[in-house]
C-alpha cells in the first residue's frame, strides 16, 4: 500500500491498451490485499479471477464488469468503477459486491474497523461465534474521501442474510443460538434483524440488535420476544446480570408454566451501566415453596426486570384452597412479596399435619410477607400476620371465640431444603398473661431458643429427632403449675391429644408458681 491507496500482493495480470484505454486481465491464486486505512490485517484469497479496463479522458477510470474472489472461508463477486480526477479531486467509486460467508467469525475481517470506535470493534469481535451467511452483497458509492458518509454524500451498506449464527451480544448474558436473519451495516449504523433462534430451549420469536452510530452511541439495543418455559426463563436470568436476584429465589422455589417475555436492553459499550427493561407475562402457572412443600397455584402475574430489581404490581394465584393476591418489589435490602388471603383450619391441617389442628376450626383473613434478603442468615424469610377473627380456639389458656380479635405473627427462617428459623407470637387482649412467644433456631442436633408462655419462660432445646430416644430440656426462669392444670387436652371432636414416642424431659426452673404464688 502507499498512503491511503490499498496495496496488492502476488498480482498476476495481463495488460494490453494505450494511455487512453486498455484492459486487464486477472488470473492470481494466493492474492493479499492490504488496506490498512480500512483493515486490520492482510486479507488473503485463494484465488482471483476477472477483467480490469481503465480509461483516461478528463480523469483515470478503472472498471471491472465483474471481478471473482474466493478465499477458505467466503466466495465473492464484484463490480467496480474507481474515478481519480484531477486537480487533487477526491477519488469516487461504485462498487456493488455480492458475497457467501461460510464462517460467521470472520466478518470483522470485512468490516472497516479503522475507522470504528474502540469498542464497536471489540464488540463485533466477539459478537458472532459461529454460523455461515448467503445472499450478502455491499453497495458503495460516493467521494472516498466522504466514507463512511455520514452526512449522506454517498452511500455505504452492507447487507446479508445470517444462519445458524451463535451471537454473543452482551456480556455476562447467554448467548443467541441459531439464530436467522439479516443483518445490515448503513453508513455508521447497525441492524440485525432476527427471525429465528433460541437461548437454551427459549424459543426466539424475533429480535433486533442495533447501533445507531459507531461513532456516537453509548450503548447497543437489544430487543425481542422469547417463548419460555419458567424453568428456562429462570435458568436464562440465572446467567445475566440478574443472578444475583434470581439465584436465592430458583433455590427455594421450584417453578413450572411457560411465559412470555420481551427483552429490551441497552448494552453498554463503555464505562456505563446496563439498562435494563424485561417483562414476563405468566398465566396458570405453578409454584412450589420447597422447605415448606406449599403449592401456590394459577399463578398469572406481569413481572418487570431492571436494573434496580424485579417487580409485579398484582400477582393473582391460588394457595391453601383460597385465592391470593400479592405484589412483588425490590429495594437495596431485600427482594419483597406481599401477599394477602385467607387461610382455613382445615386446609392447613391437611397442608401441616399436625394433632393440635383438633383445637381450632374456622378461617381468617392474613398479610404474608415473603423476603429474599440480601445480607443475613437467612436464604428467605416468611412473616404471616392475622388477627384470627373468623377462627375459634379451644385449648385453654389460649383459647378464643371465633369473633374475637387475637392477633398472631408467624415467622420463618427457610433455607433452600428446610425451615430453620421459627417465631410466633400471640396476643391475647382479653387476658395479657396469656400471650405466646416462642423464638427457635435450628442448630444441629437441637431446635433451640426461648419461649414465654402461660405456663412457663425460659430457654428450650428441643431435638431435631423427635422420637422416644431422644430429650428435651428446659432451663426455664419460671413456672406457673397451676396454668399447667389449665391446659384442656379435650379436642373439638371429643378425643383426647394422644402423642406417641415422645423424648424424654429434662426440666429446671430458678421458680415456681401455684396460682402466682
Known amino acids: 500500500p502507499m498512503d491511503d491507496i490499498p496495496g496488492v500482493e502476488n498480482l498476476n495480470l495481463y495488460i494490453k491498451g494505450s494511455e487512453q484505454h486498455g484492459l486487464i486481465q486477472i488470473n492470481s491464486p494466493q492474492l493479499k490485499f492490504t488496506a490498512p486505512k480500512l483493515f486490520r490485517k492482510t486479507l488473503n484469497f485463494n484465488h482471483a479471477l476477472g477483467e480490469l479496463h481503465w480509461q483516461h479522458t478528463d480523469a483515470w477510470e478503472l472498471s471491472t464488469p465483474l471481478l471473482e474472489i474466493n478465499s477458505d472461508y467466503f466466495k465473492t463477486s464484484t463490480k467496480l468503477s474507481l474515478t481519480f480526477p484531477y486537480k487533487g479531486q477526491p477519488a469516487f467509486m461504485d462498487m456493488r459486491n455480492s458475497f457467501d460467508i461460510m464462517d460467521a467469525t470472520k466478518v470483522p475481517l470485512f468490516l472497516p474497523t ?5 469498542e464497536i470493534v471489540t464488540w463485533l469481535d466477539q459478537a458472532f461465534l459461529g454460523g455461515h451467511t448467503t445472499q450478502g452483497g455491499i453497495l458503495l458509492r460516493g467521494s472516498l474521501a466522504d466514507y463512511p458518509f455520514i452526512q449522506a454524500k454517498g452511500v455505504f451498506e452492507v447487507l446479508f442474510d445470517a444462519q445458524d449464527v451463535a451471537l454473543h451480544y452482551a456480556p455476562d448474558w447467554h448467548n443467541l443460538q441459531g439464530v436467522g436473519g439479516e443483518v445490515r451495516f448503513f453508513s455508521t449504523s447497525m441492524d ?11 424459543i426466539l420469536q424475533n429480535a433486533i440488535v442495533s447501533i445507531d452510530s459507531f461513532s456516537q452511541s453509548d450503548f447497543i439495543d437489544v430487543t425481542g420476544d422469547v417463548k419460555s418455559s419458567l424453568a428456562h426463563a429462570v435458568l436464562f436470568l440465572t446467567e445475566s446480570p440478574f443472578k444475583g436476584l434470581v439465584t436465592d429465589i430458583d433455590e427455594v422455589i421450584d417453578i413450572e408454566g411457560s411465559t412470555d417475555v420481551h427483552i429490551d436492553l441497552k448494552v453498554p459499550l463503555g464505562e456505563q451501566a446496563l439498562k435494563a427493561n424485561i417483562t414476563a407475562k405468566i398465566k396458570d402457572a405453578r409454584a412450589t415453596i420447597l422447605p415448606m412443600d406449599l403449592l401456590i397455584s394459577d399463578i398469572t402475574a406481569d413481572f418487570l426486570f431492571t436494573e434496580n430489581g424485579v417487580y409485579s404490581q398484582q400477582i393473582n394465584a391460588t ?43 374456622g378461617s381468617s383473613d ?48 427457610l433455607t433452600p431444603s428446610s425451615i430453620n428459623a421459627f ?51 428446659l432451663s426455664l426462669k419460671e413456672l406457673d403449675l397451676s396454668a399447667i392444670k389449665k391446659i384442656n387436652l379435650g379436642s373439638n371432636d371429643g378425643a383426647a391429644l394422644v402423642v406417641k414416642n415422645l423424648p424424654s424431659i429434662k426440666l429446671s426452673s430458678q421458680e415456681l408458681y401455684w396460682n402466682h404464688v
Not at 192 to 202: E, R
Not at 430 to 437: G, Y
Request: aromatic share 6%; hydrophobic share 40%.
Open 114 to 118: 479503522r475507522i470504528l470506535d474502540k
Open 192 to 202: 440485525i434483524n432476527i427471525n429465528q433462534g433460541h437461548i437454551n430451549d427459549s
Open 319 to 361: 394457595s391453601l384452597g383460597s385465592p391470593i393476591v400479592g405484589e412483588l418489589s425490590t429495594n437495596e435490602q431485600a427482594i419483597s412479596a406481599k401477599v394477602s388471603g385467607k387461610m382455613a383450619i382445615a386446609q392447613l391441617a391437611k397442608q401441616f399435619p399436625n394433632p393440635m389442628w383438633a383445637y381450632a376450626q
Open 366 to 413: 392474613y398479610q404474608a410477607k415473603l423476603e429474599f434478603p440480601n445480607n443475613g442468615p437467612q436464604l428467605c424469610t416468611i412473616e404471616l400476620d392475622s388477627n384470627l377473627i373468623g377462627t375459634a380456639i379451644q385449648f385453654s389458656p389460649i383459647s378464643k371465640p371465633e369473633a374475637q380479635n387475637h392477633p398472631i405473627s408467624i415467622k420463618l427462617g
Open 423 to 473: 417465631k410466633i407470637v400471640y396476643e391475647n387482649p382479653v387476658a395479657l398473661q396469656n400471650r405466646v412467644d416462642i423464638n427457635l433456631k435450628k442448630i444441629a442436633p437441637h431446635w433451640q431458643g426461648l419461649i414465654h408462655t402461660p405456663m412457663a419462660s425460659g430457654s428450650i432445646f428441643i431435638p431435631i429427632a423427635f422420637n422416644k430416644d431422644s430429650e428435651i430440656s
